[in-house]
Nanobody, 126 residues
């Protein structure tokens, strides 16, 4: 029903910024639960941020103030602005969404999502 195309990853020095984009194509609606997750080498996947159908946002506690999630409801693009990057932010980043018929509360948890992008690598050097 929906495909997610992720871009914007790359290498950056500590303290720098990156903006990730996730373009949704196929059968889409602007009002849906969408999120960003990441997985560092040797670690479990963790939630980064999510935005619900009302535009309300939630973040991992450790990332508040540095990362900002937003969406362009016209273009169907989800963004993650990452500022003041640290080496520990190095990970594969994934965007995710879910079917339109899901009406659960859009928690920042991977079981709230069933449609995943392919991931983009973010590497932060010292």
């Amino acid at each position: 029903e929906v495909q997610l195309e992720v871009s914007g990853g790359g290498s950056v020095q500590a303290g720098g910024s990156l903006r990730l984009s996730c373009a949704a194509s196929g059968y889409t609606r602007s009002a849906r639960c969408m999120g960003w997750f990441r997985q560092a080498a040797g670690k479990n996947r963790e939630g980064v941020a999510r935005i619900d159908s009302n535009g309300s946002t939630d973040y991992a506690d450790s990332l508040r103030g540095r990362f900002t999630i937003s969406k362009d409801n016209v273009a169907n693009i989800l963004y993650l602005q990452m500022d003041t990057l640290k080496p520990e932010d190095t990970a594969m980043y994934y965007c995710a969404t879910r079917p339109l018929t899901w009406y659960s509360p859009c928690r920042l948890a991977d079981d709230e999502f069933s449609i995943w992008g392919q991931g983009t690598q973010v590497t932060v050097s010292s």
